[in-house]
């Protein structure tokens, strides 16, 4: 069939390709942009923040501000459909996931100013570790032993990395735990949301919304860390082309990503996250020159393979009809459906949108 001939399999690569540089290119950049030029993450990811919700804007009312609808019939026909809001709904349920976005994004930037990029590559392998933590006792997913045993030799795994790290500072790794954390939280949040609440989001309809809230939070974060003194005692002076084409990569990974989750095959989509990350760790190591110990190497290769069991084991459960989705380890009744299985549309808001955010 054609998800095995030539032409399938050539898509998938220059999929698995543009991700990997695109994705890849917006950690070093941002490594590059807080360890040399801008030293402020609070500011850099208000600027994100400020950009991308700009830019969603101008797509989304494309046609009313007279840039034509050549954009509209270029995207998806639900790509840019805003969901029915109200003050109270967004009081209650944006805002809350919007703070927690805030926190986390302004922890993983902040990380850099402490820590190695190939280190903090080798914490986020714990993601879906805590993840998993937070979603089972809000209901999210359903406890298997199977799965914790897999998620214990994740976590094994960064641990014996972090462990032989001989580079960084124990603050800087807990900074960059507990920004992994707060984001897993934002995750389970904006899930129960979908959930309950109904919303229907794409990347760009979910930064709509949640940026207006964010840009607050981290400026006040930004005013209380001194970073916004800073940059006024330095005379307002930052590389401006390299902070725009570093704000335009942050948005066009959303673009990236939602065209990859929803045509890349799962194997491929989880083997070309692992070469991502290898890459990255790579990069660190050659181009800031970064030492990567051999302990470090083999307890990141067990998370990986870990990380790559898990992801790929989860895709090809969602993949499956809703009636073969919660049979297995749940104990094999077909009305016992896994929350994970039918999530795709909160894989392509939460995960697409996080992708600039802890990237």
Request: aromatic letters at 10%; hydrophobic letters at 50%; a positive charge.
């Given at each position: 069939?054609?998800s095995?001939?030539?032409?399938?399999?050539?898509?998938?690569?220059a999929?698995?390709?543009?991700y990997?540089?695109?994705?890849?290119?917006?950690?070093?950049y941002?490594?590059?942009?807080?360890?040399?030029?801008?030293?402020?993450?609070?500011?850099?990811?208000?600027?994100?923040?400020?950009?991308s919700g700009?830019?969603?804007?101008?797509?989304?009312?494309?046609?009313e501000?007279?840039?034509?609808?050549?954009?509209?019939?270029?995207?998806?026909?639900?790509?840019?459909?805003?969901?029915?809001m109200?003050?109270?709904?967004?009081?209650?349920?944006?805002?809350?996931?919007?703070?927690?976005?805030?926190?986390?994004?302004?922890?993983?930037?902040?990380?850099?100013?402490?820590?190695?990029v190939?280190?903090?590559q080798?914490i986020?392998?714990?993601?879906?570790v805590?993840?998993?933590?937070?979603?089972?006792?809000?209901?999210?997913?359903?406890?298997?032993t199977?799965?914790?045993?897999?998620?214990?030799?994740?976590?094994a795994?960064?641990?014996?990395?972090?462990l032989?790290?001989?580079?960084?500072?124990?603050?800087?790794?807990?900074?960059?735990?507990?920004?992994?954390?707060?984001?897993?939280?934002?995750l389970?949040?904006?899930?129960?949301?979908?959930q309950?609440?109904?919303?229907?989001?794409?990347?760009?309809?979910?930064?709509?919304?949640?940026?207006?809230?964010?840009?607050p939070?981290?400026?006040?974060?930004?005013?209380?860390?001194?970073?916004?003194g800073?940059?006024?005692?330095?005379?307002?002076?930052?590389p401006?082309?390299?902070?725009?084409?570093?704000?335009l990569?942050?948005?066009?990974?959303?673009?990236?990503?939602?065209?990859?989750?929803?045509?890349?095959?799962?194997?491929?989509?989880?083997?070309?996250?692992?070469c991502?990350?290898?890459?990255?760790?790579?990069?660190?190591a050659?181009?800031?020159?970064?030492?990567?110990?051999?302990?470090q190497?083999?307890?990141y290769?067990?998370?990986?393979?870990?990380?790559?069991?898990?992801?790929?084991?989860?895709?090809?459960?969602?993949?499956?009809?809703?009636?073969?989705?919660g049979?297995?380890s749940?104990?094999?009744?077909?009305?016992?459906?896994?929350?994970?299985?039918?999530?795709p549309?909160?894989?392509?808001?939460?995960?697409?949108?996080k992708?600039?955010?802890?990237?």
């Open positions: 069939m054609s095995s001939s030539p032409s399938s399999a050539f898509i998938n690569l999929m698995a390709a543009i990997i540089c695109t994705s890849g290119s917006l950690i070093l941002n490594a590059s942009i807080l360890k040399g030029v801008f030293p402020y993450p609070a500011l850099l990811t208000t600027g994100h923040m400020v950009f700009a830019l969603s804007f101008l797509l989304i009312h494309s046609e501000l007279g840039l034509g609808g050549w954009i509209k019939q270029s995207l998806p026909p639900d790509f840019l459909v805003l969901p029915a109200t003050r109270e709904k967004y009081l209650h349920s944006i805002v809350p996931i919007a703070a927690l976005q805030g926190a986390s994004l302004w922890l993983s930037n902040l990380a850099y100013l402490y820590i190695s190939s280190l903090i080798m986020k392998a714990s993601n879906t805590w993840t998993y933590l937070w979603g089972v006792p809000l209901g999210l997913s359903a406890w298997e199977g799965r914790a045993l897999n998620l214990m030799v994740i976590g795994g960064v641990a014996t990395a972090a032989g790290a001989v580079e960084g500072s124990t603050a800087g790794m807990t900074i960059q735990l507990l920004g992994i954390v707060v984001e897993a939280a934002r389970a949040l904006m899930q129960v949301v979908l309950k609440k109904g919303f229907k989001f794409s990347p760009i309809t979910a930064l709509y919304y949640i940026a207006p809230a964010v840009v939070f981290l400026l006040s974060v930004a005013v209380a860390k001194g970073e916004v800073a940059l006024m005692q330095d005379g307002w002076h930052f401006l082309w390299m902070m725009l084409s570093n704000m990569l942050a948005f066009s990974l959303n673009f990236v990503g939602l065209v990859i989750i929803k045509r890349m095959s799962a194997v491929a989509y989880v083997l070309s996250g692992i991502k990350d290898i890459l990255l760790v790579s990069g660190g050659l181009l800031f020159g970064e030492v990567v110990t051999s302990q190497v083999a307890g290769a067990v998370a990986l393979a870990g990380l790559a069991y898990y992801n790929l084991e989860a895709k090809l459960r969602a993949s499956k009809p809703v009636g073969q989705a049979k297995g749940n104990g094999g009744s077909g009305g016992s459906k896994d929350p994970e299985a039918q999530a549309l909160l894989e392509t808001t939460a995960r697409d949108q992708a600039f955010q802890r990237n």
